[in-house]
RNA sequence: GUGGAUGUAGCUCAGUAGGUUAGAGUGCUGGAUUGUGGUUCCAGAGGUCGCCGGUUCGAACCCGGUCUUCCACCCCA
């Protein structure tokens, strides 16, 4: 043992506590996800590296890990590959696959790959989890699971809708306050139009994202030295100042929108959107953010994010509509909407709040203490029966002494314990020791069931 | 990918003008208490001071590199 055992940056183990609270999310997104009546899917942890590369941008092919290829990869390299392609493109070279980045991409892949099979409009979640070669911080891993659903095959804002109910119930479940922000790429298209500039759209979107950090001074700055034109950043500028409720926004843009015709339908969604959630509100704040980018360039339409109320991490969820994905796998004119729960930032935010359900790490209800071969024999038929009805229980597999029994019990936080030595095993009962008050009582086998049932 | 911090017992942390056997609390083991845990008392085990190298008579402490974790940027769940 030269060196103590580690694992790979930005991967982390799980303790059965931590387990118990992260099975605690994850139970409960599924339960949502499954009585809006989404179906699981799974699929591989590694893809095709040609079904993954492309999708997120430069910035998300450099976060890729890709799999080194089996056998002889070095023939796959001439002298000149080697002395002259940049390292990031040789490893693309001696690569054939990758792990997941997302699970929407590995979607799109599937809903092409078995579109024969599949009902449309396909509601499915998919749970698992992903790797970015990201440098980790807090909030942020090379490991993490994200907890999917979205809807492929139908263009109707009632799946938007959804999707926020969706949301609405899963933090209200969890007991987190959180804002849902909403925007519409169709907005921001028609914005780079108005201002001349359609073909920088994603320039401009992604320097209004960081109004909030930067101000709009700053904003503009970051348009003039990518080289936008002052003519371009002059029309933009009231749009950077405005303010107001929702209504007062939407209306501010309707005027600004005026001559395009696609900032005209992003806005039009917006309001149908706003609309159905009126019919029933949902507890969570829920703004129109012009800010709301989103990096991911497959997004067409609603885009979406959640962020905590109450601690800062980043983004919980996030999600949009996507009209074009399966076109890249061959597939066209299918569009689709979804999100993604982030379970590790919800995990650091439960935990730095520490709601967590107290007894989320209860797990065996009862511990039979081990007096020897005799009594071990006499308990077992008791054991089985136990379990049968649903009780957890253990017997202790040493015969150790009493006190370190009872110390065992007491550190993995078990609330019972029962006693069945030589008395016992005569009278044909148990002693029952409730561990908080130290009370006792003897009880025929069926009475420790009975007992045991109702105290669980 | 860029810049900046961090790392001492299982855990939380003390410990420098570089100088004998590196400490505390908590946890762990044993005993007081040979069928009774959580409180108390007593005793004990546990550290190549992240790793590698350098400076020095001598390094936990100074210097360089490396890894980890964290912070800012970038980006994102």
């Known amino acids: 043992m030269a060196n103590k055992p580690s694992i790979p940056k930005g991967t982390r183990d799980f303790s059965p506590l931590e387990m118990a609270r992260r099975n605690h999310i994850f139970d409960t997104i599924r339960r949502i996800f499954k009585v809006h009546g989404f179906l699981p899917i799974e699929t591989p942890a590694m893809e095709n590296l040609s ?53 929407t991409v590995p979607f799109a892949r599937f809903v092409v ?35 999917d659903v979205d809807v492929i095959g139908s263009t109707s804002l009632l799946n938007e809708f959804e999707l926020i109910q969706i949301i609405d119930e899963v933090f209200t479940a969890l007991g987190l306050k959180v804002v849902i922000k909403l925007n519409n790429r169709k907005v921001l298209a028609g914005i780079a139009e108005v201002i001349g500039a359609p073909e920088r759209m994603t320039d401009i979107t992604v320097a209004i994202d960081k109004l909030e950090k930067i101000g709009q001074e700053g904003v503009l700055a970051e348009l ?25 926004k939407l209306e501010f843009l309707k005027k600004f929108l005026k001559a395009s015709e696609i900032g005209n339908e992003g806005l039009s969604e917006l309001g149908r959107l706003l609309d159905y959630v009126e019919t029933d509100p949902v507890g969570a704040d829920l703004e129109f953010d012009l800010t709301l980018a989103r990096g991911l360039n497959y997004y067409t339409g609603s ?21 074009d994905l399966t076109g890249i796998f061959g597939l066209e004119g299918v569009s689709g909407v979804g999100i993604s729960f982030g379970a590790d930032r919800i995990y650091d935010v439960l935990n730095q709040l520490e709601r967590f359900p107290k007894r989320a790490t209860l797990d065996t209800t009862l511990l039979f203490v081990n007096f020897g071969e005799t009594e071990v024999k006499h308990i077992i038929p008791i054991l089985g029966s ?48 409730e561990m908080e008050t130290g009370k006792q009582e003897r009880l025929t086998p069926e009475e420790l069931v009975e007992r045991l049932s109702s105290a669980k």
């Open 224 to 248: 003039e030295q990518k080289g936008l034109s002052q003519d371009s950043i002059q029309k933009l500028d009231p749009l950077l100042l405005m303010e107001g409720s929702t209504q007062e």
């Open 113 to 147: 790959q078995h579109r024969n099979e599949l009902t449309f409009p396909f509601k499915r979640y998919q749970i698992q989890p992903v790797w970015r070669a990201d440098r980790p911080q807090r909030g942020r891993y090379r490991e993490f699971y994200q907890c």
């Open 303 to 323: 885009i979406l994010e959640v962020k905590s109320a109450e601690v800062s991490i980043g983004s919980i969820c996030g999600g949009g509509r996507y009209d």
């Open 51 to 103: 079904s993954l590369m492309g999708k997120y941008g430069d910035e998300g092919d450099k976060l890729l890990f890709k799999i080194l290829n089996s056998g002889d990869f070095k023939a796959l390299l001439s002298p000149e590959d080697l002395s002259q392609t940049p390292a990031g493109k040789l490893g693309t070279m001696i690569s054939g696959k990758g792990l997941r980045y997302d699970l």
């Open 386 to 433: 136990l379990r049968k009805n649903g009780i957890a229980t253990e017997l202790y597999p040493e015969q150790a002494k009493m006190k370190k029994q009872m110390t065992y019990a007491n550190s993995r936080e078990i609330p019972f314990v029962a006693l069945v030595g030589e008395q016992e095993i005569q009278d044909g009962h148990i002693t029952l020791k």
